[in-house]
């Protein structure tokens, strides 16, 4: 298919191509706002996402809209920007433009200065076919299909007369405990004692509901040191989450999982509804650009890039965020936010007259990390300070309300989380038949179209 170039207008100013609409991107467009250049900003979604709330979502405390804000709404006053939908399936450093596709159309789009940060995806570590039956916790469509599986479970358990069936739409595995696993095994606790008690007839939520928390490492929050690990643990126990250790999942179905503990032993967990948010895998467009640089990519396939942020060869183009691999630099908004941000700056700074191979190196600011465990309830690792509790739960919350965007979307951030924090009340779970089941329904019209082709093809041979 052949790609549609953009006309070149003489006498242009400095180009300067942005993927992705992320903490990392968004932020390295908002730094050039008063340079002067034309920006290209190209994103696979229409929206820019405050992923560290996707739980909240997957749960019903809040709204997608309120975390997930149209990008171009957010930049419609930035003048030097234009905001793209595509997805980017192409970098050509030689010829200096981008590929980008979108309804069958690929389209072409020249650079003079490249910064991308095109985030990262779900790891199934060479499993990609548990993806259906164990979504992860990376966009918008995962967290909204995950609320529809975990309230149709519910609702199937309530119509259940057989018990083996009811326990197993009653279990709930979540792989994975870092950060966003705790928050999904805590709030699905949660959903279970105090929102849904007592709105079924058949099932009590707050006795027959099994949460599990499960981990091939051996503890809770590992990234996070051992005192914190242990203090969410044990608030998660406190609350009827299982916690498994030492735990490597094998195989993942319809009905549940297989895991292998660290003693060799395999068991079988039957449970309808599994999350997975464990491990993830940087951009593919990483391997494009190892193809043509020679830059080295880490296990996790993320760019080992130069001490500016830069690719070998290519001054101009920049990798920040989940796809780039940085020592001392962690996979957290933080680091997107700054990397895009110096990004930005050095394009200024080249455009000043400043000489790129002169540049100082990207020097990343650690401001810590939190992670919620349920309502009153967090961790936080503040440099050489570890605390937990409800002071870590407020700070937590004041945090994340600072880097929302949009005054509308902070208040009713706040009203939601007042309801449900108060009340236990939550007014997001509403869910439809598409959300919690399009992904398998599209597994089975495809299935039915293989078989269909198949039928097709031996009769044409006989």
């Known amino acids: 298919m052949n790609a549609h170039p953009e006309v070149t207008v003489p006498n242009r100013r400095h180009r300067v191509v942005v993927i992705g609409s992320g903490f990392g991107g968004l932020n390295a467009v908002k730094k050039l706002k008063r340079a002067d250049v034309d920006i290209k900003l190209i994103a696979r979604t229409t929206h820019h996402l405050f992923q560290p709330m996707l739980y909240q979502v997957a749960t019903g405390i809040v709204a997608e809209g309120a975390i ?15 905001v793209l939908l595509g997805d980017v399936t192409h970098i050509d450093l030689a010829g200096k433009f981008v ?11 020249p650079f003079d200065s490249l910064i991308i940060a095109a985030g990262a995806g779900q790891s199934y570590f060479g499993n990609d076919h548990f993806a259906e039956f164990a979504p992860g916790m990376k966009s918008v469509d995962d967290a909204l299909e995950l609320r529809g599986r975990i309230m149709s479970a519910f ?42 008690k007592g709105a079924f007839r058949h099932i009590d939520s707050t006795k027959g509901v099994r949460v599990i928390l499960l981990d091939a490492a051996p503890a809770v929050l590992p990234q996070m040191g051992e005192k914190l690990g242990k203090k969410a643990a044990a608030r998660l126990e406190k609350m009827g989450v299982e916690i498994q250790l030492g735990a490597m999942v094998t195989d993942v179905d319809r009905d549940g999982i297989t895991v292998k503990d660290s003693d060799g032993t395999i068991r079988r967990i039957d449970s309808a509804c599994k999350v997975w948010s464990a491990g993830v895998s ?71 007259g400043a000489n790129p191979s002169q540049r100082e190196p990207f020097q990343y600011f650690d401001k810590g990390s939190m992670a919620t465990v349920s309502r009153f309830s967090a961790v936080a690792q503040v440099g050489p300070l570890e605390f937990g509790g409800l002071i870590a739960w407020f700070a937590w919350l004041l945090l994340h309300l600072v880097y929302l965007i949009g005054f509308k979307n902070k208040v009713t951030t706040v009203l939601s989380w007042t309801v449900t924090f108060l009340s236990g009340r939550r007014g997001q779970l509403t869910i439809t038949e598409q959300q919690a089941f399009a992904r398998t329904r599209l597994e089975q019209l495809a299935v039915l179209a293989a078989e269909a082709h198949h039928d097709d093809t031996a009769r044409a041979a006989s």
Do not use: C
């Open 282 to 352: 940087a951009s593919p467009l990483g391997r494009d650009l190892a193809r043509q640089s020679g830059v080295e990519l880490d296990r996790s396939g993320r760019v080992k890039v130069l001490p500016d942020l830069s690719i070998p060869g290519n001054p101009n183009v920049f990798v920040v965020g989940d796809m780039a691999a940085v020592d001392g630099v962690p996979g957290v908004a933080q680091g997107a936010i700054q990397g895009g941000k110096y990004a930005a700056t050095a394009i200024k700074a080249e455009l000043g």
């Open 68 to 82: 997930a804000p149209p990008t171009r709404v957010i930049l419609r006053d930035q003048r030097n920007v234009q």
């Open 99 to 109: 590929v980008s596709e979108l309804l069958g159309h690929d389209y072409e789009t």
């Open 155 to 196: 609702e199937a358990a309530e119509r259940s007369n057989d018990p083996e069936r009811r326990d197993k739409l009653l279990t709930f595995t979540v792989v994975g405990a870092g950060p966003t696993g705790v928050e999904m095994a805590g709030q699905i606790a949660e959903l279970a004692d105090f929102t849904l």
